[in-house]
C-alpha cells in the first residue's frame, strides 16, 4: 500500500484530517483561484462598481470544497477504497464545476483585469480564446458527452483506471481529468460568462437528461457486478475491516444517487432561466409592438379590411 493511505480506519473526522499530500496540484490551485477572485472583486469595490455577493460565495464555496475533496484526508482515503475515490470524482466533476461557473469568473476577469501591461496582454489573449475554433469545438455537446462516457465507462469498464492508478501521480491525473470534464460539460449548461457560441435551452435540458441516465446506468452496474473492476482497491488494510466487494457496491450506490442530486439542481436552475428569458422577451416583444407596431398582425389586419371592402362591393 502507499505510505499516503493513513493508518486509522476512514471516518467523518479523519477525512477531515490534513494529510500530507505526494502532488498537491488542486488544493494549490484552490488557493490560488480563490485569491484571483477575491482580488478581482476588491478591485471592482475599489472602482466603486458593484459585484454580486451570490457569485462570490459561490465560487468561493466551490474552491473550499476543491481543496478539501484533493487536499485533506478525503484524498489519502481515495487511494484505499474505491468508494471515496468515486465520491471524490462525482464531487470533482458534479458539484464543484457548477460552483465555479456560476461565479461568472470570465466576467468578473473582463471587468477587472487593467487595460494596461500584463492585464492588456492577458484580456487580448481571453479574447482570442473566446473567438478561436478550439474553444467552440471544446464547450460542443459532441466534445463533452463523449468525455462522460470515456470518464466512468472507458475508465472502468475498460480496464483503464489500473494502469494509470499504478503511475506516479496517476491519481492526481485522474483528479484533474474528472475537474476539466465536469467544467467542460457544466459551462455551455449554466455560464453567464462570455462564450463563442450559446446553446439552446431544449438542448441544455437534453444534455442534462442524457448524462443523468448514462451515470444512473453506470452506478446501477456497479451495485450489480460480482467482480472487482479496479485491483487497485482490492486489498484495503486488513484493520479496518472492509470488504472490496462492499465498497465497490458503495460506489455504484454514491455514482447511482450521489451523481443525480447535483445534475437535477442544474436541470431546475436551466428550465428556471429558460422560463425568465421567455417571459423577457415576450414582454419586449409587447412593449415594441405598442410603440411600433405589429408588422404581421397589422398585414393580417389590412387583409381583412380589403376583404370586407370586397364584400361590401
Known amino acids: 500500500m502507499s505510505g499516503w493511505i493513513p493508518d486509522a480506519p476512514p471516518s467523518f473526522l479523519a477525512f477531515l484530517t490534513p494529510n500530507p499530500q505526494p502532488f498537491p496540484v488542486l488544493p494549490v490551485m484552490a488557493i490560488v483561484l480563490a485569491a484571483a477572485y477575491v482580488a478581482g472583486v476588491v478591485r471592482l469595490r475599489r472602482q466603486r462598481r458593484r459585484w454580486s455577493m451570490m457569485r462570490a460565495g459561490s465560487f468561493l464555496l466551490g474552491c473550499v470544497i476543491l481543496f478539501v475533496i484533493t487536499g485533506l484526508g478525503v484524498e489519502n482515503y481515495s487511494y484505499a477504497l474505491f468508494s471515496v475515490s468515486m465520491f471524490q470524482q462525482l464531487t470533482l466533476m458534479f458539484t464543484i464545476p457548477p460552483l465555479l461557473i456560476l461565479g461568472s469568473p470570465g466576467t468578473l476577469l473582463l471587468r477587472s483585469t487593467p ?156 428550465v428556471h432561466r429558460w422560463f425568465r428569458d421567455d417571459t423577457r422577451r415576450a414582454v419586449e416583444a409587447d412593449r415594441h409592438a405598442d410603440a411600433y407596431g405589429h408588422a404581421d398582425l397589422d398585414a393580417y389586419n389590412e387583409y381583412l379590411t380589403a376583404l370586407a371592402r370586397k364584400d361590401a362591393q
Open 115 to 270: 487595460h494596461h501591461g500584463l492585464g492588456l496582454i492577458l484580456l487580448r489573449l481571453a479574447h482570442a480564446g473566446l473567438r478561436s475554433r478550439a474553444a467552440r469545438w471544446a464547450l460542443s455537446p459532441a466534445v463533452a458527452v463523449p468525455l462522460h462516457l470515456l470518464a466512468f465507462y472507458g475508465l472502468y469498464l475498460a480496464k483503464l483506471a489500473d494502469p494509470i492508478l499504478t503511475v506516479p501521480g496517476g491519481h492526481q491525473l485522474l483528479d484533474v481529468a474528472f475537474l476539466t470534464v465536469g467544467v467542460l460539460f457544466t459551462v455551455p449548461i449554466l455560464s453567464n460568462d462570455p462564450l463563442p457560441s450559446r446553446m439552446s435551452y431544449p438542448g441544455r435540458a437534453l444534455d442534462l437528461f442524457a448524462e443523468a441516465a448514462l451515470h444512473a446506468f453506470f452506478g446501477v452496474f456497479l451495485m450489480m457486478s460480482t467482480t472487482l473492476l479496479v485491483d487497485r482497491f482490492a486489498a484495503p488494510p486488513a484493520a479496518w475491516g472492509i470488504d472490496p466487494l462492499d465498497d465497490q457496491w458503495l460506489a455504484g450506490a454514491l455514482a447511482w444517487s450521489y451523481g443525480e442530486g447535483p445534475t437535477l439542481l442544474m436541470l431546475i436552475y436551466v
